[in-house]
């Protein structure tokens, strides 16, 4: 038996040339709740049952192109202009969108403090007071440019600090030493 013989040759699960990518019509699309779910008709064609909404490009086209995703989080078609939707579709299709890029936008640090590698937030953001807990930034920092970062914290939350340095000293120095 050579080496050779013990190589198992592992098939692509889907086949590229199948993938079709659908561009959705807004006016033969209809996305409604039912019981809390949202869900996506697509006019004399079919229906899912559930629908994922996500941004094809979140930072630099977040108004177009807007991807819904089926239940097993497969493509189920992209629309690029979610304005041309009928007001209820259009409602439903921003809620989702809301709540996938819930990101409150830290305004100022009242205290932060390090303890054992963890760090303890309090900060006023534009959703209220929050406190922070977060272990390993340099894991849980994602620096957007050189003054603007994202802090993912122990529960998967994200914060915006859209410009460290106005920040105090002492957040600055935690922020800078991690990125």
Known sequence: MTADANLVEIAPTTDPASFELRIFDPKKIRVFRHA????????????WVKVGVARAFPLSDPDHYIGFLDAN????????????????????????L???YFIPVVERVISVKEEFGTIYWVVETDRGEREIVA????????????S??????????RFEFPDVNKLDGKSQAVIMRNL
């Not at 690029?80 to 007001?87: F, G, M, R």
């Not at 272990?135 to 050189?146: A, P, Q, T």
């Open 98 to 100: 809301e709540k996938r």
């Open 148 to 157: 603007r970062v994202i802090l993912t914290d122990v529960d998967g939350n």
């Open 135 to 146: 272990r390993n930034l340099r894991d849980n920092l994602m620096e957007l440019s050189s």
């Open 36 to 47: 809390g779910v949202p869900r996506l008709t697509l006019q004399n064609d079919r229906s």
């Open 73 to 96: 989080l497969r493509d189920a078609g992209l629309l690029h202009d979610p304005s041309l939707l009928d007001p209820e579709s259009r409602k439903v299709v921003d809620e989702e």
